[in-house]
Each structure stands twice: as structure tokens, then as C-alpha cells.
């Protein structure tokens, strides 16, 4: 028989390492209603025809298609060979998949949107934590089954939107503990950067390039913009872009230099000073010129979201799309929006052991299971301390005081609860601190009043 095993790049969870993920969830959750978003779901997979072509040439290849069921049947195994051909070819054929598991939440969110639109309140602010998935390498922060936390707005051109997400991402990040840097572009700067480079049509080969930046270095990203048919004289001007260093207002200064004259950037500028100026915490947000983000869909502002003392890609980003819904022939609905990297988070927070001492806790008191009668009482009182909110748990059989005791201490309970026989006939329950060995005495009334905090 095989050894069991799952899938690469994907992982099992215990529950320590489920406590920890939940805590995450539990204050970014908090945060997203503290701010007035409502919680959405969506299926785990969406049609294949949603996702491709939304997320530029890389991302496209790393949509896990899921094969049409059925194709066991005999009389379609003609037409699977056939598709299967077109597909190792490059091509899709609905005749072996049609269907895709998600690559982010942000487009199947566009899809609600769009297939909803009538009967949404504007600005729709949804919140969404699921899973997704993506065919990369795996690698230390990087699965093809993860977990994304998003908050969007859609239907709205405020400015005020970017203040409130980037508010948001400082407030979660310090409820965490974790000390970030969050970086901002705007897609606006990156597209006159385009146009003085010969047009808006070089705009996704300048970005896909320049999203390299950080993994291989200025001299590839050059080499990739002289093969994607960039001119040395523009790959120059990249260059002095990609050179630009300072104060966030003498990156500003620069880049209006350098775009002088043209009224989208101009534009990009102008929002980047918006949000920067509008009160919130300046010593997180860090203009970063190089930041591209390479997804297609993005108009405007960009984020993304840098753990500091580590090393560690983004732990979350996001920007804002004013067409996305448009994919879907719903033109006109604006939209921004910030994802959360839970996975990524988790690694730098266990690294950094920022986790609090007690996110670990789950059963505050055991009770020993020490004969028929015994146990029976320790279950009423058990049953007592659930009503209260205080988790409990009776030892599942008759055993000797030292097994019971190591089965506390490997659960991490610090309260153990004794009653034996003289404790019954004396109505009396004896409780154990293990963190402290301290011993104390009840009454089963005094017991029931105990508030274990």
C-alpha cells in the first residue's frame, strides 16, 4: 500500500497551527467590520472563461482548469483525446475543461458584482476570507492552496476609499504586532511612463518587467524590456524612473520631472499626494515607484504590503480597477480593493514569535475521570462550566492520576479538577493549577462561581 500523502504545495494544519491562523482571521475580520464591510462568499470554482485572460500571460498559466466530468464516458473519450492534444498545444477546449478554481477573490467578486449589480446598495464595501488556488512553484511563502483576505468597494471614484484601506492595513498590521512598510504606486504613473516611452500600448510590457524588479535585478529587467521591443533610448528612461530615490515627496518631485507635461500622470501624482496628506500614518506609507503589480486590471493607486526585520515577499496588496465589472458587460462600476497573504503573515509571525502566549488555549479545565460515580459529577460540573463560556473536557477513562496529568500537559490545560472519592462523599471539588502547582479546595458551590479568566 502507498504511504499517504497530499498534493505539493499544499499543507495539513494542527490545531496549534489553527489556533494561530484563526487569530489572524478573528482580527482582521474585526477590522473589516469595524470599517463597515459585509461578509461574501463564493464558489470554489468559477467558469473557465471568468478567469482567463484577467490576470496578464503569468497569471493566466497558473490557473489550475479542473477537467470536465463524464470523461470517463466511453463515447467521449474521442473528443477528451482530441481537446487533451489541444490543450498540451496551448489552446482551450470546453471539451476537456470548463471550469477553473479561483485564482483570487478579487474576480469572482467583479462577477457578483456584474451578475448582481441591481440589487446591491453603492458603495457595495463586501469583505471575503477563502481559500484559493494558483499551479506556482511551491516554495517558503509561496502554495498553490492558500488562503486571501479581501476587502473591496466598489462603486465609488472617492479618493476617501485608498485613505480607508491603507488605515485599515496599519490598523490590523498593529493589532498583529507585526511592523510592516506599506508601499504605494498608481498604475496612472506607470501608464504615462508608457506613453513617454512610445505608447500605451508598451503599458503591460513595462509592468511585467519592472514587477520583476525585486527577484532578478535591473539588468534582466533591461534585457526583458530590450526583447519585448523596447528601444535603447526608452529602456534608458525606465532606468532613470527605476533610479528615482528619496523622501515620499522627493520621489513625487522627480517623477513630475520626469513625466513633465503629461496630464495622466499628472493625474497619478496628484492621487498618490491625496492619499498621502490626508492624515494617515505617514511613517508606513512609502511611495515606491518600481511597484507595478503586474495584474492587468488595476487603473489607479496600488498597494503593497512589505513585513519589516524579515525576509519575506508582499503579505498583502491590492489598488484599485475602474472597469473590472466591465469584463463582464457591466461598464461604469468603479472599484479598490486590498488583499491580506494569511499564509505569508503566519510564516513571518511565527519567524518574528509574535503570536501572544495565549492564542494557543483551547480547554481551561480538565476533569479526572476517577471512578463511576466521580465522573458522573465531574460531567454536571463539566456541563456547568460550558454554560458559563468556559471551555472543559472529562478524561475519556478510568487511568492513573500520572497519565491524566501528562495528557493536561500536552494539551496545554492549565486547570485540573479532582474527585475522588473523599472529594464526592464531601461534596467538595480540588482544583490544580499546573502552570503554578497551586492546589486549592471548592465547595461545589464555590466551584460553580469560579470565573477561570
Known sequence: MAKPGIP????????ETVRKRNYIFHTIRQVFELYGFQPLETPAME????????????????????????????KNTGKAREAFENVVAGKNDKNLTERALRYDLTIPF????????????????RYQIQPVWRADRPQRGRYREFYQCDADVVGSHSLLNEVELAAIYTRVFHCLGLPVSIRLNNRKILAA????????????????????????????????????????????TIEKYLAIEGTNEEKLASVKSLLAGNETGGKGIEELEYVL??????????????????????????????????????IGGGGRYDDLTGLFGVPGVPGVGISFGVDRIYDVMEELRLFPADVHTGTKVLFFNLGEAESRLAFLLGQALREKGVAAEIYHELAKFDK?????????????????PGELAGQEVKLKDLQTGLQTTHSLQAFGELSFA
Not at 8 to 15: A, E, H, K, S, V
Open 193 to 236: 511612463l508608457a506613453e513617454v516611452c512610445g505608447g500605451s500600448d508598451k503599458m503591460t510590457d513595462i509592468t511585467v518587467a519592472i514587477d520583476k524588479l525585486d527577484k532578478i535585478g535591473l539588468e534582466k529587467v533591461k534585457e526583458e524590456l530590450w526583447q519585448r521591443g523596447l528601444s535603447e533610448s526608452q529602456v534608458g
Open 8 to 15: 505539493q504545495g499544499t499543507r495539513d494544519f494542527g490545531p
Open 277 to 314: 496628506n490626508y492624515g494617515s500614518p505617514a511613517n508606513l506609507l512609502v511611495v515606491d515607484l518600481t511597484l507595478a503589480r503586474g495584474l492587468n486590471y488595476y487603473t489607479g493607486i496600488i498597494f503593497e504590503v512589505k513585513a519589516l526585520n524579515v525576509q519575506m515577499g508582499s
Open 404 to 420: 491524566q496529568f501528562k495528557y493536561a500537559e500536552r494539551k496545554g490545560i492549565r486547570y485540573a479538577a479532582i474527585i475522588g
Open 47 to 74: 467558469h473557465l472563461e471568468t478567469l482567463m485572460g484577467k490576470y496578464g500571460e503569468e497569471g493566466d498559466k497558473l490557473i489550475f482548469k479542473i477537467l470536465n466530468n463524464g470523461l470517463s464516458d466511453p
Open 110 to 125: 467583479a462577477r457578483y458584482v456584474a451578475m448582481n449589480h441591481g440589487q446591491l446598495t453603492y458603495p457595495f464595501k
